[in-house]
C-alpha cells in the first residue's frame, strides 16, 4: 500500500470531543482534509456552529452533537448520536478537558472532580460505549486520548498549580497504555498525544502571565505549539499508517520533556 493510502482517511468516520475550538478543531482538520467523515462534540452550540462552518469553509463537511463530556447521561446519548448517525465509529478522539489552578494544600474539592470527572471518567465512560457498542463488533477502532506532558511530570516551581489535571493527563496515560493492552484483540489501536503548551482557551491565563519568549524558553525547539503542529501526529495515530502502533504516548512539545 502506498503512503498516501496509509493516511487517506475516505471512508472514515470521527467523533471528536472538545472539537469546538483548539486542539480538537485542529485535528478536526487534518482529518477532514483525508476525507474523514466528522462528528464534533462540546458543551456550547454556538461554538459548534463556529467550528463546522469553518471547516465548510476549507471543504470539509462535518456535523456536531452538543453534550456535556463529564455527564453520563450525556455520554451515552452522544455515542448512540453519533452511531445513528454515521453507522459506526472508526475513530475517537478524546480531547474534551479542563483544568484548575489552585496550591495543593487550598485544592478545592469540587474542582478536582470537576477536573477528574471530566478528564479521565468521561474519557473512559465514552471510549467503553464507542468500544462496546461500534469498535469491538467491527474488529476495527482508533482511540486517540490527548493527554499533555503535565501527565509526565509535575510543574516547576514558580509556574503552574494544578494538582488534578496533572493527576488526571496521568491516569490518560496509563489509561491509554491499560485500554491498548486489552483491546488489541479486537484490532483496536489505543494511543495518546501529550501536548505541551500550546494556545488555546485553556492555556490562555498562563501564556499571558508568563508570555510566550518564557514558555518558548523552557522547549529546545525554543518555540511553543502553533495550529498545525499536532496535526501530523492525529493523523498518524488515528489512520492505518499507525496500525501497529499501540499504547504508546508521543510527547508533542517542542522537547519540553526530554530536558
Do not use: C
Not at 471530566?118 to 482511540?143: D, E
Not at 488555546?200 to 518558548?216: F, N
Request: net charge neutral; aromatic share 6%; hydrophobic share 45%.
Amino acid at each position: 500500500m502506498s503512503v498516501k493510502k496509509l493516511f487517506d482517511l475516505q471512508g472514515k468516520t470521527a467523533l471528536i470531543t472538545g472539537g469546538s475550538r483548539g486542539l480538537g478543531l485542529q485535528i478536526a482538520h487534518a482529518l477532514g482534509e483525508q476525507g474523514a467523515s466528522l462528528i464534533l462534540s462540546a458543551r456550547k452550540e454556538n461554538e459548534l456552529v463556529s467550528a463546522v462552518n469553518e471547516l465548510a469553509i476549507s471543504g470539509i463537511k462535518a456535523s456536531y452533537s452538543v453534550a456535556d463530556a463529564a455527564n453520563e447521561q450525556d455520554i451515552r446519548t452522544l455515542a448512540q448520536e453519533a452511531i445513528e448517525r454515521l453507522g459506526h465509529v472508526d475513530i475517537l478522539i478524546n480531547n474534551a478537558g479542563a483544568t484548575w489552578g489552585a496550591p495543593a494544600e487550598d485544592y478545592p474539592l469540587q474542582a478536582w472532580d470537576k477536573v477528574m470527572n471530566l478528564n479521565i471518567r468521561g474519557l473512559f465512560l465514552l471510549s467503553q460505549a464507542i468500544g462496546k457498542a461500534s469498535m469491538i463488533p467491527r474488529r476495527y477502532g482508533r482511540i486517540v486520548n490527548i493527554a499533555s506532558i503535565a501527565g509526565l511530570a509535575g510543574n516547576a516551581p514558580g509556574t503552574m498549580k494544578t494538582i488534578a489535571y496533572n493527576t488526571s493527563k496521568g491516569a490518560v496515560v496509563n489509561f491509554t497504555r491499560a485500554l491498548a493492552a486489552e483491546w488489541g484483540i479486537y484490532g483496536i489501536t489505543v494511543n495518546a498525544l501529550a501536548p505541551g503548551f500550546f494556545p488555546s482557551k485553556m492555556t490562555t491565563g498562563l501564556i499571558k502571565e508568563l508570555g510566550v519568549e518564557q514558555l518558548a524558553a523552557h522547549a529546545p525547539l525554543q518555540r511553543i505549539g502553533d495550529e498545525e503542529d499536532l496535526k501530523g501526529a492525529a493523523l498518524l495515530f488515528a489512520s492505518d499508517a499507525g496500525k501497529h502502533i499501540t499504547g504508546q504516548i508521543l510527547a508533542v512539545d517542542g522537547g519540553v520533556s526530554v530536558v
